[in-house]
């Protein structure tokens, strides 16, 4: 019998499906719908650190300074009584959902900097959240701030949260940094138990006619899975964290590849939302079914087989592979 448990930030867990932080996670209606189509825990969407900031009203001054100046500024953010829900609601579904399903349930905070905001992960904790993760997204613009300050500040963020909490605590990046591997192992001797690789950033598009930046966000496609497969692989034996791959899962061939790059867990969102909750029960079945083929009995004896540790040719996922790649478009060339 295949046995397709794995264990995530100390949580045993019946599959290695997990579903991404998303909208999906805003009805407990969906997140019932998502139990019973297998997947193995959710993550909820993120609660915002402006959203907590705005509550004590710290937000309303900084959006308003200089507005009579600039009043179009205030277009770019969006009315925060009318983003997703206050904190208060968000605790309270997390109470729902613990009493309502039998997976866990992972909060989810989304912040750049240290301060008083993070006491919510505590009350998330008394909540009855299982575990946290920790979204990081951030733009920095300011020409004074460097690529070591940037860093030191995830990791004081990591350490102050971690003082919060007894859970474990999980923390999702970006690819966006210049020695991944040296801020992963800052991360988790800072308190991080797991990493998520990677957070999507918005890419904003422009109207050339209206002169508007548009804010918008497009699904993600299988091809953008090579990038989080190259880094979970490269991490996967070299840090005493568990790794988690989210980006471009759509198949069940997708979740099979971050298994043996060495993810503990993937966290598919856009396959969930392009398809329909029912993707995770076919998505499953073929993990299932792969494994029959090819005679693998557990996910365990899957994980890693293809990190950068276990395979033939290690610098294959480094600059060694880059020529080669090239090269490979010599004779496909059309005149």
Known sequence: MIDLTTSYLGLQLKNPLVAAASPLS?????????????????????????QISHESR??????????????????????????????DEYLNL???????????????????????????????????????????????????????????SYVNLVSDLRKQIRIPLAVKLSPFFTALPSLARQLVEAGAGGLVLFNRFYQPDLDIEMLEVIPSLELSTSSE????????????????????????????????????????????????LRNGIHWAKE?????EEWMEKFEYESVRQMRGSMSQQAVAEPAAFERANYMKALTSFDNRIIP
């Open 26 to 50: 805003k009805k407990l209606s969906n997140v019932r719908k998502l139990e019973d189509a297998g997947v193995s825990a959710v993550v909820m969407y993120s609660l915002f650190e402006e």
């Open 58 to 87: 710290a937000l309303d001054y900084f959006l308003s300074r200089g507005t009579e100046s600039f009043a179009e500024a205030l277009s770019y953010f969006p009315e925060m009584e009318h983003y997703n829900i206050g904190p």
């Open 94 to 152: 997390i109470q729902k959902l613990k009493s309502s399903i039998d997976i866990p349930v992972i909060a989810s905070l989304n912040g750049v900097s240290t301060g008083g905001w993070i006491e919510y992960a505590h009350r998330m904790q008394q909540a009855g959240a299982d575990a946290l993760e920790l979204n990081i997204y951030y733009i920095p613009t300011d020409f004074d701030i460097t690529s070591k300050d940037l860093e030191q």
């Open 225 to 272: 899975l090579r990038l989080p497969l190259r880094w979970v692989a490269i991490l996967y034996g070299r840090i005493s964290a568990d790794l988690a791959l989210t980006t471009g899962i759509h198949s069940a061939e997708d979740i099979i590849k971050g298994i043996m790059a060495g993810a503990s867990v993937v966290q598919p969102a856009s396959a969930l």
């Open 283 to 287: 998505a499953l079945s073929g993990i």
